[in-house]
C-alpha cells in the first residue's frame, strides 16, 4: 500500500518517485561511463599517435642513415676510381701501342643509390630538413648527381670496352703481318743457304735478313708481345732499308707493302689510344661537382640526430 502525503495540494507519491530517481541514477552512470570511456580511449589514441610518430621519426632516421651508409661508399669509390682512370690515361700516352685495362672498383653502390629513391624516403628527408622548396629541390638534385655518376661511369666502362676491341683487332692484324713478314725472309733466308752453301755467310743479304730474323726471335719469344718494339726495332728499319736488303724484287716489294700496311695500323692504334687518354685525364673534373655537392648532403644527414 502506498502511502499519499497530502501538503495543501500538491500530493507526493514516495513509490513513483523512487523510480524516478532510480531511472536518472542509471542514466547519469551510463553517461558518466560513456564519457569516461571516451576520455580513456581518447587519451589511447594519442599515446598510439604520438607512438606512431615516433616510430615513423626512427624509421625516418634509419632511411637517412642508409642513404648516409650508401653516399659513405660512393663518396670513397668512385674518385678513387676517377683516380684509377687518370693514371690509365698516363699509362696509355706512355705506351699507346699496349694494351692497358683500368683498374675497376666493383661496387653496386650507385645502382642501389638510384633505386632507393622512394616516397619513404623523401618523406623522411622532409621530415628531417625544412619544408622549403629549396629543401625538396636539394633532395631532387641528389639523385641527378647520382644519375650523372651512374651514366657518365657506364659510359667510360663502355668507351674502353670498345677502345679494347678495336685495339685488340688492330694488333692481331699487325702481328699478323709480323709473323708473315718473318715466315717470308725465313724462307728467303733458307734459300740463300741452299744456293750458296760454301759462302752464304758472306752475303750481304743473307746477314741482313738473319739480323731481322734475330730481332723478330727476340720480339716473339716475349709475353705479352710488345708492339712497341715491334714498331721500333722491326717494321721501320724494314721500312727504311727492305727494297735495298732484299735482292729478290717481288719479295722485298710483298714485304714492303706488309710493312706499310703494319705501321699505318699502329699508326691507327696510337692515335687512337692517346685521344682516349685525354678523355681519361678530365674524369675527375668532370665529377667534381658531384661528388662535392654529395659530400655536403651526407655531412648534413650526419648531423641528425637519433630520435
Known amino acids: 500500500m502506498d502511502l499519499i502525503l497530502n501538503f495543501g495540494e500538491h500530493y507526493f507519491e514516495a513509490g513513483n518517485s523512487s ?5 536518472l541514477i542509471t542514466f547519469t552512470g551510463a553517461f558518466l561511463g560513456f564519457f569516461f570511456a571516451l576520455l580513456i580511449n581518447r587519451k589511447l589514441e594519442k599515446k598510439q599517435i604520438i607512438k606512431d610518430k615516433e616510430l615513423e621519426k626512427k ?4 632511411n637517412l642513415k642508409y642513404l648516409s651508409l650508401l653516399l659513405d661508399s660512393v663518396l670513397k669509390s668512385y674518385p678513387k676510381q676517377a683516380k684509377n682512370y687518370k693514371g690509365l690515361s698516363i699509362i696509355l700516352k ?30 623522411a628527408y622532409i621530415a628531417y630538413f625544412p619544408k622549403e622548396l629549396a629543401e625538396i629541390e636539394k633532395y631532387k638534385k641528389i639523385f641527378s648527381h647520382i644519375d650523372f655518376l651512374l651514366m657518365y661511369f657506364a659510359d667510360l666502362i663502355n668507351q674502353n670496352e670498345n677502345h679494347r676491341i678495336f685495339q685488340h683487332k688492330d694488333q692481331q692484324f699487325v702481328r699478323d703481318c709480323f709473323e708473315e713478314v718473318a715466315i717470308r725472309l725465313g724462307l728467303r733466308q733458307k734459300n ?25 726471335k727476340e720480339i716473339a719469344d716475349e709475353s705479352p708481345i710488345n708492339f712497341t718494339k715491334i714498331q721500333d726495332n722491326y717494321f721501320l728499319p724494314l721500312n727504311s732499308t727492305v727494297l735495298q736488303g732484299i735482292a729478290d724484287i717481288e719479295l722485298s716489294d710483298t714485304i714492303f707493302l706488309l710493312v706499310k700496311k703494319s705501321i699505318s695500323r699502329l699508326k691507327h692504334i696510337e692515335f687512337n689510344s692517346i685521344e682516349f687518354a685525354k678523355d681519361l685525364e678530365n674524369v675527375e673534373n668532370r665529377i667534381k661537382e658531384s661528388i662535392e655537392y654529395l659530400t655536403k648532403i651526407n655531412e648534413k644527414i650526419k648531423d641528425i640526430n637519433e630520435p
Open 19 to 23: 523510480l524516478f530517481y532510480d531511472i
Open 59 to 62: 624509421e625516418s632516421f634509419s
Open 94 to 123: 706512355e705506351t699507346p701501342l699496349e694494351l692497358s685495362q683500368p683498374i675497376i672498383n666493383a661496387t653496386y653502390d650507385l645502382t642501389r643509390l638510384k633505386n632507393i629513391d622512394s616516397k619513404e624516403l623523401r618523406d
Open 192 to 216: 740463300i743457304q741452299l744456293e750458296n752453301p760454301n759462302n752464304y755467310i758472306e752475303s750481304q743479304e743473307f746477314q741482313y735478313i738473319h739480323k731481322f730474323n734475330l730481332i723478330f
